[in-house]
Structures are given as structure tokens and as C-alpha cells.
């Protein structure tokens, strides 16, 4: 059933890295990293402006069709959680946020070799298999 399954990679950011990738400054010394995103067709968004465009698009168009706009809500009001997800960036490849092993296996190791060289503090990988994503709030 594994081969089933898509994948999310997000990287936990130094506070320098995640304010030059916020900004959308064109750093001389996060070249590697932008060479990394441009080899696998692949972007990052930061996962606190990610919550705050869902906790945005929830009230424009009727929170009942967001399940999970209470948890996202609180997320973005508390200054700690603010703090911590400011510096974790999702990455999309070809636009999407969630792919394929094959492609989730080569960018996890790209951006792992790179790690510290250039701010990036941790690679996490998600999937998409619901009993490793429990409801939250259930």
C-alpha cells in the first residue's frame, strides 16, 4: 500500500533563511539551496503564510468548508506557534505539494546534504496515509 502514498517535504529554516525566503531576497550565499529548488522544478512557502491564506480563504468563503479553520485560527493568533512556523517552509514541486516517492527520495537528500551550509536547520518528510495524520481535534 506504500507505493500509494504522496510525500511532503517541509525544512525547518535558521531565522537568517527564513527571512531572505520570506523577503524574496536573491542571497549570494543560498545559492546552492536556490540551485537545488531550480533542479527539481520545486519552490518553498513558508507554512505560517500558508495558514494564514487558509484562515483567509475560510472567512472570505464560509469557514463550514474548513475543517481545520479553528486549529489554523489559533495557530496563527499564538506568538509561539507564529515563531516556530515563520521558519517552516513547504516545498512544492511543479506546483504541487505533495509527490511522488521517486521525487520526495532525490530532493530529501539534496537538500539534507546541504543542511547547515545554508540555514537549513532540518528536512522533514510527511505522507499522505491517514493513519499517520490523525483528524486534528478528533
Same mark, same amino acid.
Given at each position: 500500500?506504500? !507505493?500509494?502514498?504522496? =510525500? ?9 533563511? $527564513?527571512?531572505?525566503?520570506?523577503? &524574496?531576497? $536573491? ?20 507554512? =505560517?503564510?500558508? =495558514? ?6 475560510? *472567512? ?13 485560527? #489559533?495557530? +496563527? ?10 521558519? +517552516? ?5 511543479? &506546483?504541487? *505539494?505533495?509527490?511522488? #516517492?521517486?521525487? $520526495?527520495? #532525490?530532493?530529501? @537528500? #539534496? @537538500?539534507?546534504?546541504? /543542511? /547547515?551550509?545554508? !540555514?537549513?536547520? /532540518?528536512?522533514?518528510? =510527511?505522507?499522505? %496515509?491517514? $493513519?499517520? %495524520? ?5
Amino acid at each position: 500500500m506504500q !507505493g500509494t502514498w504522496q =510525500f511532503q517535504l517541509r525544512i525547518d529554516a535558521s531565522a537568517e533563511l $527564513a527571512a531572505a525566503l520570506r523577503e &524574496g531576497l $536573491a542571497c549570494p550565499e543560498y545559492e546552492a539551496l536556490y540551485d537545488v529548488l531550480r533542479r527539481h522544478d520545486a519552490t518553498l512557502k513558508c507554512q =505560517f503564510d500558508a =495558514f494564514t491564506d487558509y484562515v483567509d480563504e475560510a *472567512e472570505r468563503l464560509g469557514r463550514d468548508a474548513y475543517p481545520l479553520y479553528r486549529w489554523t485560527k #489559533a495557530t +496563527v493568533e499564538n506568538p509561539e506557534r507564529k515563531a516556530k512556523y515563520l521558519r +517552516v517552509f513547504t516545498v512544492y514541486v511543479d &506546483g504541487d *505539494e505533495v509527490y511522488g #516517492a521517486d521525487v $520526495a527520495d #532525490a530532493l530529501q @537528500l #539534496a @537538500l539534507t546534504s546541504l /543542511g /547547515g551550509a545554508v !540555514g537549513i536547520e /532540518g528536512v522533514v518528510r =510527511f505522507d499522505t %496515509n491517514p $493513519a499517520n %495524520n490523525p483528524r486534528i481535534g478528533a
